[in-house]
């Protein structure tokens, strides 16, 4: 199953700045095991890139990702160009 999410990171932003980047990474684990029904996902390298582009506390407000989910049920998201 492959399927491409705009994800919002909003909430993210509304935490302790030190805190910001990592928290938004949470979100996106979150948002993918909540609509892909799975309990493992894994980022690519790109994506955690992406969000820490800016530093730690300057994270993009959206960001969009292509998740693929395996027959073990292991979601792989990657940056969607």
Request: charge should be positive.
């Amino acid at each position: 199953m492959e399927r491409v999410y705009t994800i919002p990171l909003r909430k993210a932003k509304r935490v302790q700045r030190t805190i910001i980047s990592p928290r938004a990474i949470r979100e996106v684990q979150n948002f993918l095991k909540k609509h892909m029904k799975t309990e493992e996902v894994k980022l690519d390298k790109k994506v955690n890139e992406k969000i820490w582009e800016r530093g730690i506390q300057k994270i993009p407000s959206k960001i969009k990702v292509k998740a693929v989910k395996d027959d073990d049920g292991v979601v792989k998201a990657t940056l969607e160009e």
